[in-house]
């Protein structure tokens, strides 16, 4: 059974900095690319990032470039999200999903990230 | 203008049929179209993909026979007949815009299908 399961959420201030994983089980991670996408609330999908098979290669949404950084264990079965200098308007559930030849069939359950002071 | 259209809302009654649009801009009109369900509190799940020939591969694990897709002009529309109260969700249509360093998945607004 295919399993994303993202962690690493909670209250942070603005300008801190937090880390999410998000830990796949149940198919060959190193074969797929991954994403991060978020979503504040009662909002809609917002594409965050995204990193290839072996981690080589990583694109950002504008909004995040510079202060985010997509990363992988391939080892470990583990895709990473650095988030530093965190705003207000990054609050959101984070999601991760993976992707296959352009098709993005799995996510996960997501994290909740809440910057407030 | 949004690459990705879709009304916020929809509604339909238990067992009937609806169908919810997701339009593209002028410029993308041969975008291939990700429909994604997420239901309340739930990370989305993978429908099916939409092209102007209509689906495109294999629609996502353990979605029924009742929803299918059709691709017209700039319009990626999913149906669902015989609607059940477990279809009420949001439904987000996504899609590739760009590539390489200019690379985003972009998504329409959502809309939220409410079962009467």
């Known amino acids: 059974e295919v399993q994303l399961v993202e962690s690493g959420g909670g209250l942070v201030k603005p300008g801190g900095s937090l880390r999410l994983s998000c830990a796949a089980s149940?198919?060959?991670?190193?074969?797929?690319?991954m994403h991060w996408v978020r979503q504040a609330p009662g909002k809609g999908l917002v594409w965050v990032s995204r990193v290839n098979s072996d981690g080589s290669s990583t694109n950002y949404a504008d909004s995040v470039k510079g202060r985010f950084t997509i990363s992988r264990d391939n080892a470990k079965n583990t895709l990473y999200l650095q988030m530093n200098s965190l705003r207000a308007e990054d609050t959101a559930v984070y999601y991760c999903?993976?992707?296959?030849?352009?098709?993005?069939?799995?996510w996960g359950q997501g994290t909740l990230v809440t910057v407030s002071s | 203008q949004s690459v990705l259209t879709q009304p916020p809302s929809a509604s339909a009654s238990l067992g009937a049929s609806v169908t919810l649009t997701c339009t593209l801009s002028s410029d993308y009109s041969n975008y291939k179209v990700d429909w994604y369900q997420q239901r309340p509190g739930k990370g989305p799940r993978f429908v099916m993909r939409v092209g102007t020939g209509g689906i495109v591969g294999s629609k996502g694990d353990g979605i029924p026979d009742r929803f299918s897709v059709l691709g017209s002009g700039l319009n990626r529309d999913l149906t669902i007949k015989n609607i059940q109260e477990e279809d009420e969700s949001d439904y987000h249509c996504g899609a590739d815009h760009g590539s390489g360093s200019n690379f985003v998945w972009v998504f329409g607004g959502g809309t939220k299908l409410t079962v009467l």
């Open positions: 999903a993976r992707s296959l030849g352009g098709l993005r069939d799995y």
């Open positions: 149940g198919f060959t991670f190193s074969r797929y690319w």
